[in-house]
């Protein structure tokens, strides 16, 4: 059981059952924006479809196919999951000055990171099948950390607060099911790459009870 739990064909059925719950959620989310017009759903399901499509690198990724520009675009696309989601958190704060600070850091951080990604060399990103490597250029490890680490704060602080307010159990799933999901993509950098698709298919299956 061990063996296969670490096997390729772990890997790729993993993967696969992500990218197809990712996707149908993220429909969900499109046709719960477009009835109701939400900026937050708009910028959440954005967020999402972007995370289904880091996810089908990483089935393109198990299946044994490899190029240096799925890798950048990769680290890009797991940044860019957790900066839509908190922008879609900083929606629900009815501060407008704050919501275009962020959008003016994120532009500017995206920015010198995909400078970053297209000026460094990355390295192989897969270790034993899995999304892992620790030794990434360092102008890509501190973009993606100053990318995402605000983001991730954003998410916790707005997610507190507008449980707090509401004290709703499915609000809770989102909350915890968006935190995960931004953490997942983010693992690589702290050195915990067996949790990548657990995280990921845990916070898939929050995200789909808090909005279904």
Known sequence: MVSFLTSELFVEISTVVILLLSIGLSAVITQ???????????????????????????????????????????????????????????????NEKLRLSYIVFMVVTSVVFIYFLLTEQIPNLLTSFVVFNPNLPLGVLIMSSVITFPAAIILIVVAALSYMKKKSNKLLSIIAGVIVVSVAGTLYIVGFPAFLYYSEFIGILLLWYGFI
């Open 32 to 94: 719960k924006f477009l009835a109701k017009r939400s900026k937050s759903l708009l910028y959440w399901g954005s967020g999402l479809w972007v995370f289904a499509v880091s996810v089908l690198i990483e089935v393109v990724f198990a299946f044994n196919v490899y190029s240096g520009f799925l890798a950048g675009a990769y680290l890009f696309l797991v940044a860019a999951i957790v900066e839509l989601l908190a922008l879609g958190s900083m929606f629900l704060v009815k």
